[in-house]
């Protein structure tokens, strides 16, 4: 069955990207309110190729808008479903989301984002890998069984969402008030990587995290620090002290409890990242190109990035930014921080420490305002069940590697959801490479693994309706 | 003579505003480079008023294009004269600056920055104090003379700059080469304020400054604080390290050598300090607005902001700014860091002894570039002169009260040029008011203090050439 499937998504692998690019070219940035029009255009075109993929009840549902969200605005859930496998079959919820991250900074793009550019047998563009491209694969390998056999070998039920890179609250509101239209066995999840080329690889756990505003307020209104340079509390002095902090130079966070409560990676699992194919100079220079590496020496860059938590600052509003000078001392300057939360820590208890610490250490003469813009809980997945040697299973057939299992350092906050709310397990299996670019200038998916990709999908799908 | 002048003032003195707010209307912004017309446009105005007021070879210099500028580009002088009040009369150099600050924060604005709107007896606009207000008093007191009494009681040279808001060094350039065609007796800038409304006040000293930009580089390029996050060195909590490294919440500023050779004004000086009305609280409340004043605490407000060294952040440049939430840990971040210098110390020594800090300091995987971007110097004048006591009758006679002398805490690096390349006094009798807004939102003009000060410059002259 899957070998007819494999042929047909062959035949038309090539329109397959060409449809891929045209989703690409939609420029779905779910953060900025002037692209509300496009995300909804990026929903109506996944749910047209779910529609033509030979999928039923299509149809965007939108989501509460009532819940809080950082953004400012809901983006409509795609739902589509086929379930005709039968009873005796399980039933798998697809998920991805067809929002991008902004494309700044845009000079550095060596291609425009929104114009999707083979390269070396990549397709570059924003949300080529994270999700459109991963997102596209369901979609396709779903069309190769429907079109190729006529039937799927599982039931299956298709979520994509537009607000995953601004929070996934609709999303999340939804799976807790709804999470019944959603029933399912497990959710095929892909959205993160592979951990070195043509290693298959299976993600079993995600770091969570909690996003803020850390703003402070100063003078009432902008000062000439000539005239007022001495006596007015400088709001970016004061961010500076702050965080420097809460940061150490050695990478230790001094969040008063901040560490409390981790739960470690087992033996066996630290055993198996040692064994992975990771060398830490090759990472240092061709994936973060700095002069050294960052972080809690104390432990290796695949438990800094996967099972340690972290803090990290990504722009700093306010003042004066342009070119030349103003000698400008600032009513108010706004730090955007986040931490990286593992197994053991609750984003609501890290935000209650960061506030209480932040409150401690607010300088004299400055007012400090934390503010949550949005949050997701850490999730480990056991590796013994049915699902995960399924998926394990396909990938071995496609790439003929065994499947390693590693964790993401990313944060996927649904993922965490649907194992906490829908009770069923995620297999995260990602196509993405160490290189892509993930939220940065000149994101790219390989081409070839979009097509094993869909192979692995349609294997997986058989090997699961076996059961 | 000066009763002439004085009435030809007052009848003339609503034209003498409508003019005023003509100038204001051009956004002579001279750090924006977009605005490089209407910096010319401000010249070819002030041009115009000193031809009509009756000075006589009245010309735009074009300063030298190849000084190296922050800024990026040259903007010209304009020069004046009117030199026939006798050899035995002394020369003044009137000195001003057209060029502004930009207006951003915008939306703090009440009445747009370039629509100068009276309210309350004074003229809301950029520029309306610093220094457009007030180097058109220079020209309306020529005038007033000129075309009420037929002369001037003093020989006359005027340059006007438009590069004061960028670091001067236009000007600088040309007093340095071309001094000789300055030739004066004695400086007279009004770009100062006084110490309170009604307080006839003189400014006998100035900070100098350095203006630099610290730039730091981590990764090679913006990468995923997921994927990265404990790994990648991140460029904000690098700055904000190394910063809280420089500038202790005491205020202290810990880099070494910085206090170094620093003058203390005299125990005469401090005492009339001490004398001033000067209400720590109510300066706290009505123009820093912050719960609390900030700096080092063993000394005074006055010294703090007049004769003590500072350090200030006005902005730091890169990452995500937008509304929401992006996840970057971006490759570079850059601080606009300026030092306020004080006598005894220089712009070159403080400007190495940061830089080797800075270096001292960077964190591992970190790069650190310091860009000094401009400077001037600090400088004292003696109270000790004919000039000033000339200015200080004159201001006098004008408000009915005894002249103080104080110093500022901003930098006007031309004043340091005037007394030590041409070797003159510089009497810096400015007419803005504490609360007038320099560089921030709202800048204002009391206009009171326009007709007053032009009757003051009036009755200085008159007394000047009397001598």
Same mark, same amino acid.
């Given at each position: ?58 149809? @965007? ?28 079959? /399980? ?11 902004? /494309? ?70 939804? =799976? ?12 095929? !999840? ?16 995600? #770091? ?8 402070? #307020?100063? $003078? ?44 470690? /990676? ?21 994936? !973060? ?11 290796? =860059? ?25 000698? =400008? ?11 990286? @939360? ?20 607010? $300088? ?6 934390? #503010? ?5 809980? $850490? ?27 590693? #964790? ?60």
């Amino acid at each position: 069955m899957s070998d007819v499937a494999v042929a047909y998504a062959n035949e038309h692998g090539e329109r397959f990207i060409e449809e891929l690019k045209d989703l690409l070219r939609i420029p779905s940035i779910s953060t900025d309110p002037e692209r509300a029009g496009d995300v909804r255009r990026a929903a109506e075109f996944v749910a047209e190729g779910l529609r033509s993929a030979g999928l039923e009840h299509v149809h @965007l549902i939108e989501t509460d808008s009532a819940v809080p969200r950082a953004s400012g605005h809901a983006h409509p859930l795609v739902y589509a479903d086929w379930l005709h496998a039968g009873a005796d079959k /399980p039933t798998i919820l697809c998920y991805g989301h067809y929002d991008v991250q902004p /494309p700044d900074p845009l000079d550095e793009w060596n291609s425009p984002p929104f114009e999707p550019t083979e390269r070396d047998g990549n397709i570059y563009a924003r949300g080529a890998v994270d999700d459109k491209g991963q997102m596209w694969m369901h979609v396709k390998a779903l069309e190769s069984l429907l079109k190729g056999t006529g039937s799927l070998p599982v039931n299956i039920r298709v979520i994509v969402e537009g607000e995953e890179e601004v929070g996934g609250e609709g999303i999340a509101s939804f =799976v807790g008030h709804h999470g019944g239209l959603l029933k399912a066995d497990a959710a095929l !999840v892909s959205d993160t990587e592979m951990f070195a080329p043509d290693l298959p690889t299976l993600c079993v756990g995600l #770091r969570g995290m909690i996003y803020t505003e850390l703003e402070v #307020r100063g $003078p009432m209104t902008d000062l000439h620090s000539g005239m007022y340079g001495g006596a007015a509390p400088n709001p970016f002095v004061a961010l500076a002290q702050m965080i420097a902090q809460m940061k150490r130079s050695d990478g230790h966070i001094a969040i008063p409890g901040f560490y409390d409560g981790i739960e470690s /990676p087992s033996k066996a699992e630290l055993t198996a990242w040692r064994s992975l194919p990771f060398d830490e100079e090759h990472y240092r220079k061709t994936e !973060v190109g700095s002069t050294a590496l960052d972080g809690e020496q104390a432990f290796s =860059v695949l438990e800094r990035t996967w099972s340690r938590p972290t803090m990290d600052v990504h722009g700093v509003v306010g003042g004066f930014t342009g070119a030349g000078a103003k000698t =400008v001392i600032p009513a108010k300057a706004t730090a955007k921080v986040s931490f990286r @939360l593992v197994p053991g820590m609750k984003p609501e208890a890290t935000f209650a420490k960061y506030k209480a610490f932040v409150e401690l250490i607010t $300088p004299r003469g400055i007012q400090a305002e934390v #503010r949550l813009i949005h949050s997701g809980e $850490p999730i480990v997945i056991s590796t013994d069940n049915s699902y995960i040697h399924a998926a394990a299973e396909a990938m071995e057939e496609v790439w003929g590697k065994k499947t390693v299992y590693v #964790r993401g350092g990313g944060s996927i906050p649904i993922v965490g959801d649907f194992v906490r709310q829908l009770g069923i397990p995620a297999v995260l299996m990602g196509f993405g490479l160490p290189d892509d670019n993930l939220h940065a200038p000149n994101e790219k998916f390989h081409i070839a693994n979009f097509h094993k990709g869909i192979e692995s999908i349609v294997r997986f799908f058989e090997i699961v309706g076996k059961v």
